[in-house]
């Protein structure tokens, strides 16, 4: 009878849980026995991962190369066989301030994409290279070249989506060739690596929570990190707003409310408050800087982002990565909750 009690008071413990929106111990692999710990690494900005055949293939921002973690646990990242898998040569004007890799298998090929300059942030720009290997920890990465519409402005941020057959390119990029306010940016691309149509705006900063980032005159606005998020015929974008080096950075929300031409800024409905920000409670600054995945089985959301355990913290590299899952609300719009705590 005293096990058949405890057996009963951990199934009330475990439903109470459930209907809370939240796992009791947010574990991502079903077979494991134990739950993560977040920060999932020590640090490491701009997470980002992919699944495909078994495996989550996971990367963040290095500075000077491109690096995958291959696991099939993203909460063991730390005995990932992980590899270096393209240094840049010295002296071009990708060689410097790699940002923001992500990973994606596209047409029988594997891409990642990154933002880079030559040391001078004027001069970042999106570029990409290709892998013909199934494994993209195996076989040759190529350099393709940059990704750019004929403007050629300032780009960082660069993800990939596909859409009723047609290929996307989102990132943030400047409007003119000064700083002072970051957009978010769509374009059609024709292959992986060729912007085929003009970019169009569909996002500034409006509201005072995407505006903070006064550290020195001028005062920067910043919309970037954009990403899809595609639930029960609903699209949205999920974005980080305001600058990352201050407490305020969150992310915001944009939803598609038109029928097929994603390029109209007027189809994105932005939601009026952040949709992930700052928990002082929990320990939590600048969350920001998202990327999304699901369990194996594909029944779970996770959402992976970046954080500091402190106060003006920055930039910089105490940035950390750390993924809990997150709902759906009755309106088929992302739940994401409160960060959780270190643990």
């Known amino acids: 009878m005293q096990n058949l009690s405890r057996v009963f008071l951990f199934l009330v413990v475990l439903y109470v849980c459930s209907c809370s929106g939240q796992s009791m111990i947010p574990v991502i692999r079903k077979t494991e026995s134990k739950g993560f710990q977040n920060p999932i690494l020590p640090s490491g900005a701009d997470p980002w991962s992919t ?27 730390k005995h990932a066989e992980r590899k270096i898998v393209w240094t840049p040569p010295a002296g071009t004007s990708y060689s410097k301030e790699i940002w923001a890799p992500e990973i994606h298998f596209i047409g029988g090929k594997w891409y990642m994409y ?14 990409v290279i290709e892998n ?18 004929t403007s050629d402005r300032w780009a960082i941020d660069g993800t990939v989506f ?9 990132w943030s990029g400047w409007e003119g060739p000064i700083n002072g306010t970051q957009s978010i940016y769509i374009a059609k691309m024709k292959n992986p690596w060729t912007i085929s149509s003009e970019r169009y705006r569909i996002s500034s900063p409006v509201f005072d929570w995407e505006k903070d980032g006064s550290f020195t005159a001028p005062k920067v606005s910043v919309n970037e990190g954009p990403q899809i998020l595609e639930h029960k015929n609903k699209l949205f974008i999920v974005y ?32 009026k408050e952040p949709v992930f920000k700052k928990s002082i409670d929990n320990g939590v600054y600048a969350p920001g800087h998202n990327s999304f995945f699901k369990s194996p089985d594909g029944k779970e959301d996770w959402i992976l982002y970046h954080a500091n355990d402190a106060p003006g913290q920055g930039c910089g590299g105490h940035r950390s990565p ?12 992302p739940n994401f909750g409160v960060p959780l705590p270190r643990q």
């Not at 750390?322 to 719009?333: E, I, P, T, V």
Request: aromatic residues 16%; glycine residues 8%.
């Open 51 to 77: 699944y495909k055949d078994g495996f989550y293939y996971y990367t963040h921002t290095l500075g000077n190369r491109l690096e995958i973690w291959k696991t099939k646990d993203l909460s063991d990242l």
């Open 114 to 127: 990154f933002a880079a300059d030559n040391g001078n942030n004027n001069n970042h720009r999106m570029y």
């Open 132 to 149: 013909a290997s199934a494994d993209p920890m195996q076989g040759e990465w190529q350099f393709k070249g940059k990704v750019s519409d």
């Open 162 to 170: 596909e859409y009723k057959d047609q290929l996307y390119m989102l």
């Open 240 to 271: 980080s707003a305001s600058g990352c080096w201050t407490d305020s950075y969150a992310l915001g929300l944009l939803t598609f409310k038109g029928t097929n031409n994603l390029l109209d800024s007027v189809s994105w409905i932005k939601s």
């Open 322 to 333: 750390r993924a809990q899952r997150f709902s759906w609300n009755k309106d088929g719009s």
